[in-house]
C-alpha cells in the first residue's frame, strides 16, 4: 500500500489519483442558460444523485486547472439557477466528449455538439432528445469548495421533474442493459454498464444472514473459495442441521454407477447436480472434496446459497 497526503501533492497529481480511485462515475451532460440566453451543454462526472424524498442532485464544475477561472457552466446557473441534468449513453458518448471542448462562453455548444435541444417543461434550459433520462432542476444550493485552480464547487439541484422512455422498463425497473449508460474511470478511459460488466447480487430482503463469523472454519481456510463466495454464505439464515443434510440427499436420485473424475467434472460444469453429487459422494476418490467445492461453487453462482453450504458441510464429512 502506499499513502498519499494530497497538502503534498501537485494539484494534477491529487486531480489524476481521484479520478482513477473513485468511479466509474456517472456523466451528467448539464445544460444551462446565460442571461443573454446562450445555451450551453457540458458534461460532468464529479455528479451523483442525494436522496428521493424529494429527489436532488449536485454536480461539481471545479474552477479551471490553467487560471482558476468559473467555467461557463457555473456562471450561468449562478445568474438563473436552473438547469437539465442529462444521463448520458454510449450511443451518445462521443457527442459529449465533443460538447467538454472549452468553447468560448458565446457559442452554443447544442449546434456544436449535434446534440438535439428540446423544450423542458419548468425551466428555460433545454433538454437533450439523445438523452434516454432527463431531469429538469431547479439550483437550491452552490458551495464554492476553494478559489484556487481546479477548485471545486459543488451545485446542488432539486429536481424538479423527469423525462424517459417507458421501453426502458422491464419488471417496473430501468433495465441496465436497454439505458446503456456509460460512466467516467481514470485518464480517457470511459466503461460502458453492459453486457458482462452487468451483474445482480440478490438484497438480504431483511432477513439476517449468520455472517463471516459463524462460517465453519473449514469453509474459510479453504483457498477453494473466494472472498465473494464466503460473502455470499454469509446470507445464509443458518447452518444445514444433519436433518437437513440427510433429506437433501434423499431426494436426490442416487445412481450408485461409478463414474471417472472426468465424467464427475463435466457433470458439475454442465449443472447435472442430481446425478453428479450422489456418485461424488459415493466415489471415495481422493478428489472428492475438490469437486464437492466444485459443485458448491456452481450452486453459488447460481444464488443458490443453502444448496452450496450443504454441499460444503457434506465435503467436511
Ligand atoms: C466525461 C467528462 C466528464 C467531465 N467531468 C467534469 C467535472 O466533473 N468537473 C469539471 O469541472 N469538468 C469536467 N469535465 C470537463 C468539462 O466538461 C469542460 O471543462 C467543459 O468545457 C466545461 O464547459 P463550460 O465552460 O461550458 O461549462 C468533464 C469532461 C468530460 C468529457
Redo the contacts with the bound molecule.
Keep these: 500500500m502506499i499513502t498519499f497526503d494530497p497538502e503534498k501533492l501537485k494539484v494534477p497529481e491529487v486531480h489524476r489519483l481521484l479520478l482513477g480511485g473513485v468511479g466509474p462515475?456517472p456523466?451528467a451532460l448539464v445544460s444551462s442558460v446565460s442571461a443573454d440566453g446562450i445555451r450551453?451543454?457540458?458534461?460532468?462526472?464529479?455528479?451523483n444523485v442525494f436522496g428521493a424524498n424529494p429527489p436532488y442532485v449536485a454536480?461539481?464544475?471545479?474552477r479551471?486547472g490553467k487560471d482558476a477561472s468559473l467555467?461557463?457552466?457555473?456562471i450561468n446557473i449562478a445568474e438563473t439557477k436552473e438547469c437539465v441534468v442529462n444521463s448520458?449513453n454510449f450511443s451518445m458518448v462521443e457527442q459529449?466528449?465533443f460538447?467538454?471542448?472549452?468553447?468560448s462562453?458565446e457559442i452554443d455548444?447544442f449546434q456544436e455538439s449535434g446534440l438535439t435541444p428540446v423544450e423542458s417543461v419548468m425551466v428555460r434550459p433545454p433538454r437533450v432528445l439523445e438523452s434516454p433520462f432527463q431531469m429538469e432542476c431547479r439550483v437550491e444550493q452552490i458551495l464554492n469548495l476553494g478559489d484556487g485552480k481546479a477548485s471545486g464547487n459543488l451545485i446542488i439541484c432539486r429536481v424538479l421533474l423527469i423525462h424517459t422512455n417507458e421501453e426502458l422498463f422491464e419488471h417496473g425497473i430501468i433495465s441496465p442493459y436497454k439505458i446503456d449508460l456509460v460512466a467516467?474511470m481514470s485518464g480517457e478511459y470511459?466503461c460502458r454498464a453492459n453486457g458482462d460488466s452487468v451483474f445482480e447480487i440478490p438484497k438480504p430482503a431483511g432477513k439476517t444472514g449468520i455472517g463471516y463469523k459463524a462460517l465453519p472454519l473449514d469453509w474459510k481456510n479453504s483457498e477453494l473459495l473466494t472472498a465473494n463466495e464466503l460473502g455470499k454464505l454469509c446470507h445464509l439464515e443458518s447452518l444445514p442441521t444433519i436433518e437437513e443434510l440427510n433429506s437433501f440427499y434423499e431426494n436426490l436420485s442416487p445412481r450408485m454407477k461409478s463414474r471417472s473424475i472426468e465424467e464427475l467434472n463435466s457433470l458439475v460444469i454442465s449443472e447435472k447436480f442430481e446425478e453428479a453429487i450422489p456418485a461424488i459422494i459415493n466415489s471415495g476418490d481422493g478428489s472428492r472434496r475438490e469437486l464437492l467445492y466444485k459443485t458448491a461453487k456452481r450452486y453459488l453462482a447460481l444464488n443458490k446459497i443453502y444448496e452450496a453450504a450443504v454441499i460444503l458441510t457434506i465435503a467436511h464429512w
Aim: glycine content about 0%; hydrophobic content about 35%; aromatic content about 22%.
Design positions: 462515475r456523466i450551453n451543454l457540458s458534461p460532468f462526472s464529479f455528479f454536480f461539481s464544475p471545479a479551471r467555467k461557463d457552466t457555473y448520458v459529449i466528449s460538447a467538454s471542448t472549452e468553447f462562453p455548444e467516467r470511459y
